[in-house]
């Protein structure tokens, strides 16, 4: 579970001065979590990939690589604040923790990826087929 002591309110501006590997954060869903040293030596997909998100917001990027519930877990002991002008009202986000794996996919969260985009490259796909197989002679 997340750590109970207050979380302060960042801004867009605060959390773009830390976007270096020894002083990285990131917001994701709404709250700013602190990359440090540790955290960036035992990343499995390495320390550069969750870098080049530092100082940005990567709810998406987390929520396209599908990670597991423990990941999520793991990202809510890293919670140090929640972002300035989020929708939420402050005393929620004094709570509020990275959604579970199914909530996110349920909409919770930024999930989605190219789960849309699927079809209409199917449909271009076939249709770019359809015009080299009719228009070869």
């Not at 109970?4 to 773009?16: C, D, S, V």
């Not at 793991?74 to 009202?89: F, Q, R």
């Not at 990275?98 to 449909?123: C, S």
């Amino acid at each position: 579970m997340a750590d109970t002591k207050p979380r302060k309110k960042i801004t867009a501006a605060e959390l773009a001065q830390h976007s270096t590997d020894s002083n990285a954060w990131m917001a994701c869903h709404g709250l700013v979590l602190n990359l440090s040293k540790e955290f960036l030596e035992e990343h499995p997909g390495g320390p550069d990939v969750v870098v080049a998100l530092a100082g940005k917001d990567g709810t998406q990027d987390f929520e396209d690589i599908s990670h597991s519930d423990s990941a999520r877990e793991w990202a809510n002991k890293l919670i140090i604040g929640y972002m300035k002008g989020t929708e939420e009202e402050e005393s929620e986000r004094k709570v509020k923790i990275v959604p579970k794996h199914a909530e996110a996919a349920r909409g919770g969260g930024g999930g989605g990826g190219l789960g849309a985009f699927i079809p209409a490259v199917l449909v271009l796909i076939l249709a770019g087929a359809a015009y080299f197989f009719l228009n070869k002679s």
